[in-house]
Each structure stands twice: as structure tokens, then as C-alpha cells.
């Protein structure tokens, strides 16, 4: 997947796909929200979800909610980029917008979990950026997940209990950032964010832009 994109010195550059990836309350979608804010050029994917909606959030912004029929007649017609089961409720990234943010340039963030991220990596590993965030303790996850005050006791035990697996995968990942402190570890995904953009081998535009440079030297 490539895009025909401008970074912001003006050279062409193809698009990343930049994945978040943490047990459920580490505060994945804090740091997204942050990002989107505050990098432009960075669009979020909208996931697909049969899981029901949480106070506060916006169909169509959060998630697209669909019922199970709807989820499995998207993923008959290839509608989706990858899919996964989490907590007993699917999960898919639709395929149409994040192939058309990349080619136009656009750099595309995807909240997902581990399932997801492998999925990705084996259809375009060059253009996956994975970061997965660890919670300082588990006392902190738990508080975490009781201050978010979204879900029921038992969907937090359920959350709680299933940490540990989706924590198992961290060495899959390219960076890994313990989020003790939102600011610094925004700070942390910035970073990853603004060097991953000034690769070499994605700036596709390079070869013209030094041969423009030499030839400014030259004459
Ligand atoms: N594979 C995959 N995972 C997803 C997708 N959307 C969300 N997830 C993951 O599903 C899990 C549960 O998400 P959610 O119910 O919003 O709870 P959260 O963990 O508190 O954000 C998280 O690990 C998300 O990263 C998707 O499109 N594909
Ligand atoms: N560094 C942090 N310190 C304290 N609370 C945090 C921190 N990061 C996130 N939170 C809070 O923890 C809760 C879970 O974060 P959220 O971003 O929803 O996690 P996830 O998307 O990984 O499930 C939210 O109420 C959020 O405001």
C-alpha cells in the first residue's frame, strides 16, 4: 500500500499505518485522541464493532456499532482490512477509508489489538508502525479501567482477567511505551511518530528532491 502523499518539507512520502495496541484501559485511546488533536496528516481509522455502545461515545466517530448479521455480511464481501473476536464481540477495520487515506497521503492510526496488528503486518509489514503501551502496574490498570466508570464490574473482571494474554504479545511489537504519565507518554508516541515519518525508504520523493539539489549546485 503506498500513497503519492507530501510530507511537511515537501518531499513525497508514502503513507504509514501507525497501530496502538494495550490491554483494555492502558490508555490507548487517550493517546489516539491526542494524536489526532495534534499531528496533522494523521487520520483515525473508525473500526467496525458489534459490541454495544459506551455513554459518550459517537456512532460513526468511536466505532461504527453494526449487529452481528451486518459485521459478517462485511467481512463475506471483503469489506474488511483485518477482523478479530475481543471480548466476545467483533472487531473490524473497514477497508475503503484507510486505502483512501493513505492515498492521499495521510498517515492512518488504528486502535487495535494484537489479532488485528498481525493481520496488517502480514498484508503490508513495510508500512505497519506498531506500538504497544503497557499500564505502570496492574493497581493502576484496574483504576483505570474504574475511573473510565464505562463498564459494568463484570466487564471490568472480564478486562482484567484478559490483560495478561493481550499483554503476552508485546514482543511482536516495534516500540513499546509504558504509560505512566499521559504527557510523556504522548510525548513517547510523538516521537515514534515524527521518526517513523522521516525514514528513508519513505520518502519516495528523495531521489528527485537531492537530484533538484544537485542541480541547483551544479547551474
Ligand atoms: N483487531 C481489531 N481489534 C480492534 C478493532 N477495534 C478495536 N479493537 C480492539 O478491541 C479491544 C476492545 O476495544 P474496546 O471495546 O473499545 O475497549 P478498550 O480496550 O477499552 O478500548 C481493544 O484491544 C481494541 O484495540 C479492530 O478494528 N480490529
Ligand atoms: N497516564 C494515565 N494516568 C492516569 N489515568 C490515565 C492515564 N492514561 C489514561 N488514563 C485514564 O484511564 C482510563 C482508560 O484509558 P483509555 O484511554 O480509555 O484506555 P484504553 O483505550 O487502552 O482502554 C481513562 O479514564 C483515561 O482517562
Known amino acids: 500500500m503506498t500513497s503519492g502523499g507530501h510530507g511537511t518539507d515537501g518531499v513525497e512520502r508514502r503513507g504509514l499505518m501507525f497501530v496502538l495496541s494495550s490491554p483494555s484501559g492502558a490508555g490507548k485511546t487517550t493517546l489516539s485522541r491526542m494524536l489526532i488533536d495534534r499531528m ?99 493497581s493502576d490498570l484496574e483504576k483505570r479501567l474504574h475511573s473510565r466508570a464505562q463498564d459494568s464490574d463484570e466487564v471490568i473482571r472480564k478486562r482484567m482477567s484478559r490483560a495478561s494474554d493481550e499483554m503476552s504479545h508485546w514482543a511482536e511489537y516495534d516500540y513499546i511505551v509504558i504509560n505512566h504519565n499521559v504527557d510523556d507518554a504522548f510525548a513517547e508516541v510523538q516521537s515514534i511518530l515524527k521518526a517513523e515519518r522521516l525514514k528513508r525508504e519513505r520518502q519516495t520523493g528523495l531521489v528527485s528532491f537531492v537530484r533538484g539539489l544537485q542541480g541547483q549546485l551544479q547551474g
Request: overall charge negative; hydrophobic content about 40%.
Open 40 to 138: 496533522p496528516g494523521l487520520k483515525m481509522s473508525v473500526s467496525a464493532t458489534t459490541r454495544s455502545m459506551r455513554p459518550g461515545e459517537v456512532n460513526g466517530k468511536d466505532y461504527t456499532f453494526v449487529d452481528k448479521a451486518t459485521f459478517d455480511a462485511m467481512v463475506k464481501a471483503d469489506e474488511l482490512l483485518e477482523w478479530a473476536t475481543v471480548f466476545d464481540n467483533s472487531y473490524g477495520t473497514p477497508r475503503g477509508p484507510v486505502e483512501a487515506a493513505l492515498s492521499a497521503g495521510q498517515d492512518v492510526l488504528f486502535d487495535i489489538d494484537w489479532q488485528g496488528t498481525q493481520q496488517l503486518k502480514q498484508k503490508a509489514r513495510a508500512d505497519v508502525v506498531s506500538v504497544f503501551i503497557l499500564p505502570p502496574s496492574a
